[in-house]
């Protein structure tokens, strides 16, 4: 399984971004689906996670209500969308897959299977 990331950019504190990520292999739909970001010179952190049965979702405490995760299964791909964007946002983000998951929600790195290559989040104040 490929994963890529895109949508990332430079916008203002405030804005809004929408981050898509592609995944290759036909067995998307069965996959729990993560976004995590690492800011520079921290470690990389968990941000939201959708399942592949119900599209129950689970997020972070600092972007409930301004962060949305989605997927379009018949499309390959989930969505993260960030509005009422603050500089504290501004990371690196990364999209990751589970294929075979055991608890959920899926928030630990170790347990998502293939990552993306990151996209470059940057929020202005």
């Known amino acids: 399984v490929q994963l890529q990331a895109s949508g990332g950019g430079l916008v203002q504190a405030g804005g809004s971004l929408r981050l898509s990520c592609a995944a290759s292999?036909?067995?998307?739909?069965?996959?729990?689906m993560g976004w995590f970001r690492q800011a520079p010179g921290e470690e990389r952190e968990f941000v939201a996670t959708?399942?592949?049965?119900?599209?129950?979702?689970y997020y972070t405490d600092s972007v409930k209500g301004r962060f949305t995760i989605s997927r379009d299964n018949a499309k390959n791909t989930v969505y993260l969308q960030m509005n009422s964007l603050k500089p504290e946002d501004t990371a690196v983000y990364y999209c990751?897959?589970?294929?075979?998951?055991?608890?959920?929600?899926?928030?630990?790195?170790?347990?998502?299977?293939?990552w993306g290559q990151g996209t470059q989040v940057t929020v202005s104040s």
């Open positions: 959708i399942s592949w049965s119900d599209s129950s979702t």
């Open positions: 292999g036909r067995t998307f739909s069965r996959y729990v």
């Open positions: 990751a897959a589970d294929r075979n998951p055991v608890t959920v929600p899926v928030t630990l790195m170790f347990e998502y299977d293939y």
